[in-house]
């Protein structure tokens, strides 16, 4: 409209996504989660920012400015603060941050603190927001896709409150994600049940045919 392309006040509604629309959508983001956990060909910082997009609802947009300040070590743990209350990564994943952060600045006689955990090209600046989701997409990502599925399936395990403070995502984001999830979340139960005893029948048919 700014530029007289469009007449003023023409409106296009939002496509607003409530989840995946099946055990598919939740499969595709496990197989992609499992192939970055153990693919040792692809590079740790793709692995790490994938992780992050599929187990963490993370967008690109935030990944790319995440800095090594943001991971501590407590003990024996790995913790990520994306918003107010640390992340307790799992293993591997928390073995690839620690070799990510440790990465970082080696090209440099002085390490700085608050180093960019996803350096860009240019000095002292970090990846680009659309370079990072084209390495994403070159590794099988599909950000947005991955991202929604996982806010969807995290908007039913937690408070709207605590994730808001787990993700550094808005609490009203939080609270829309989790009426979104309440709703559909049953149907997607149900068919995981239904097809998890299919497998249970398929697995003793073959033990009692062999």
Avoid: C
Avoid at 44 to 70: C, E, F, K, N
Avoid at 100 to 106: H, Q
């Amino acid at each position: 409209m700014r530029r007289r392309y469009a007449p003023a006040g023409i409106k296009a509604p939002a496509i607003r996504w409530t989840g995946p629309a099946g055990p598919h959508d939740q499969d595709e983001r496990w197989a992609d989660a499992r192939r970055l956990l153990n693919d040792e060909s692809v590079a740790t910082a793709d692995r790490v920012a994938g992780l992050l997009v599929l187990l963490y609802a993370q967008t690109a947009s935030s990944i790319h400015r995440l800095t090594t300040d943001r991971v501590t070590q407590d003990d024996d743990h790995v913790l990520l603060h994306l918003g107010d209350q640390p992340i307790q990564l799992p293993a591997p994943l928390d073995r690839f941050m620690l070799d990510l952060v440790a990465s970082r600045g080696t090209d440099t006689l002085i390490r700085h603190e608050g180093d960019w955990l996803f350096p860009g090209r240019s000095v002292g600046r970090p990846i680009h927001e659309s370079q990072l989701l084209r390495r994403l997409h070159r590794e099988g990502v599909k950000s947005r896709q991955g991202r929604s599925t996982a806010l969807f399936a995290l908007a039913q395990q937690l408070p709207a409150g605590q994730l808001a403070k787990m993700l550094g995502v808005h609490v009203g984001v939080a609270v829309t994600w989790q009426r979104a999830s309440g709703g559909d979340w049953m149907t997607y139960a149900a068919a995981v049940a239904a097809r998890s005893a299919t497998r249970a029948r398929q697995s003793a048919d073959n033990t009692s045919g062999s």
